[in-house]
């Protein structure tokens, strides 16, 4: 994607931010967000803390930022996003937050300016619902209709 083409996000960097968002590499689709703290922050395990990240995102209308774990802090630490993918609204102005879970074994030490999970922005279609009161009355192409939870599987 072009320069010129990319779509703009507005940011404000708060006197406590440890950075904008960056990409690992050109090919990333996510933007990493860092720890924003004043200080180290112990997550225990099987316990959840908001961590700032001093961000305030100005998206433009028909986008939203998703918000998800970081896989290595994940398979490593167990370290993930609750909520995830966590949405920022278009509409949304205030700090960006991250809500870590710890699922592993052992505390982590939350470090500040430390990539602790990746944005990635993405298009919202507006929608329009019709009212349908035929669908699941037929089989559907498949034959799912109300089989769910894993029921491809069986």
């Known amino acids: 994607m072009s320069r010129e083409s990319a779509v703009a996000v ?19 689709a996510g933007y990493d967000l ?29 986008y939203e930022a998703q918000i998800r ?3 290595g802090l994940a398979f490593r630490q167990g370290l993930t996003v609750l909520n995830s993918p966590g949405t920022i609204d278009s509409d949304y ?39 349908d009161d035929s669908l699941g009355q037929r089989p559907t192409e498949g034959g799912r209709n109300e089989g769910g939870f894993g029921s491809t599987g069986t």
């Open 93 to 131: 102005r205030g700090e960006v937050k991250l809500l870590l879970a710890n699922l592993g074994d052992e505390p982590v030490d939350v470090e500040r300016g430390e990539r602790l999970a990746q944005m990635v922005v993405a298009a919202v279609p507006e929608i329009r619902f019709q009212e």
């Open 69 to 71: 774990p970081r896989s």
């Open 10 to 28: 507005r940011i404000r960097l708060l006197a406590h931010a440890a950075g904008l968002p960056e990409r690992a590499s050109t090919g990333s």
């Open 34 to 62: 860092r720890a924003a703290t004043s200080e180290p922050v112990r997550i225990a395990p099987g316990t959840r803390r908001l961590i700032p990240t001093g961000l305030v995102l100005g998206l433009p209308p028909g």
